[in-house]
């Protein structure tokens, strides 16, 4: 099936940088989402953004919707410890319960 | 905590067998899709279910297949068990425009 070209596919970081990270896709998606990961969980969301061009911050995680519609960018600023775990991208054709087109995931790790 | 459970939490099968993961949610849950992700991977839409019919299919083949029912819970049935089936398999539950997550059940197919 499609998965989402994400990138990096991993990052290793300090505490207190900031982290960026890209989902492309071939196809136009007309909601994309971010979720993220931890060891032996599901996926939690972060950020839904619903229209091309949309800038939308949570707390620290600031995600943009591209104009193409076919891609979407995260960034974490001062990141601290429990930022660790898989960032995945999310596509949707339309708002709501449909299916997820998810993206291969970054890994972000913080050194110590 | 998303309030969508998924039992077993781990599960080891030989190949040719069947399997049936469940995923139970709360109240209010209309939708439940299940999701298979192999490992470093993303997940993969296998199927959704609403008001207990299949509403759409992702690619797999037919020896997927799922239930819903009433109460909220639903399940996720393999035949014929393949060795690549092996992955974490995830139900999502939709709520108000959005799906939340159980932990999953990781399934080894050996």
């Known amino acids: 099936g499609q998965q989402l070209n994400q990138s990096p596919q991993s990052m290793f970081i300090q505490e207190g940088e900031d982290v960026s990270m890209n989902c492309t896709s071939s196809s136009i998606f007309n909601t994309w989402l971010w979720y993220k990961q931890d060891p032996g969980e599901g996926p939690v969301l972060l950020i839904a953004l619903y229209k091309a061009g949309e800038l939308t911050s949570n707390g620290r995680l600031t995600a943009q919707f591209g104009i193409t519609r076919k891609d979407s960018f995260l960034n974490i600023s001062a990141s601290i410890p429990s930022d660790v775990g898989i960032y995945f991208c999310a596509g949707q054709l339309n708002f709501g319960n449909e299916k997820l087109t998810f993206g291969t995931g970054t890994r972000l790790t913080i050194i110590p | 905590e998303t309030g969508v459970t998924q039992s077993p939490t781990h599960l080891i099968k030989t190949r040719g067998q069947q399997v049936t993961l469940r995923c139970s949610s709360q109240?209010?849950?209309?939708?439940v899709s299940w999701y298979q992700q192999a490992l470093g991977q993303g997940p993969q839409f296998i199927f959704q279910?609403?008001?207990?019919?299949?509403?759409g299919r992702g690619n797999f083949p037919p020896r997927f297949s799922g239930l819903q029912f009433p109460n909220y819970s639903s399940e996720l049935n393999v035949n014929a068990l393949e060795l690549d089936d092996s992955a974490l398999y995830l139900c999502a539950s939709g709520f108000q425009e959005t799906q939340y997550f159980g932990p999953g059940t990781r399934l080894l197919v050996l």
């Open positions: 279910y609403y008001r207990e019919e299949e509403n």
């Open positions: 109240s209010g849950h209309n939708t």
